[in-house]
């Protein structure tokens, strides 16, 4: 079994014992994994787990970005294993520029939701609350790091989100996102500005908006030196 990375405090359940005691009794953990990268979809994840039981892995459970990716790959069927449900969304990169990363976050929080069977009473949600969704929520500041189904969600979301990343490298290589993920390192800016945007790549995000007008002023140039050859 992998060792956990040090830190003060595992997470509890000290959030969903709160909800029970509210009258609740299916309540789910939702994160999300790559808002802030270059490329590649935005993964929201929602987990229900059971909260009478605590299997001998529940200290190595920690906010997946304190963990190593083999501590993760430990993890993650550790936990669909006993997980009640596990629902995950996507939303790809097209529809990020459409809606902005805050309504995509969202958005795909819903679809993780929708997929949960049973269907939660209660949400608890890392840091955000979901607009006009008819369903009682918290918003819980640190959530990955204090709350354990909030954790569980964001460690399933990263292995979910890391491996499609992998096989999505096969189809644009290049790139490196089997390495990166999409997000912005220094190889991957560089791979950007030798090979351009891929369909993977979000506009609405520099360095990409800015390659993406720096091809257009290219492109404008050469349009108007062609013009002035004609005449």
Known sequence: MPKSNKSKSSPKFTEERLGERLGYKCIAGIDEVGRGCLAGPVIATAVIMPVDRKPKWFKQVKDSKLLTPEQREFLSPQIHEIAVSIG????????????????????????????????????????????????????????????????????????????LMIELDKKYPGYGFAQHKGYGTAEHVAALKKLGASPLHRRLFQPVRNLAQMSFDDLSEISANQGKNET
């Open 88 to 163: 995950t969304g996507i939303v790809a990169p097209d529809l990020i520029d459409s809606l902005g990363m805050t309504k995509a976050v969202c958005t795909a929080m819903r679809i993780a939701i929708g997929k949960l069977m049973p269907q939660p009473d209660y949400l608890l949600i890392d840091y955000l609350t979901i607009p006009d969704l008819n369903l009682p929520q918290k918003g819980v500041e640190n959530g990955d790091t204090l709350c354990f189904s909030i954790a569980c969600a964001s460690i399933v979301a990263k292995v979910f989100r890391d491996h």
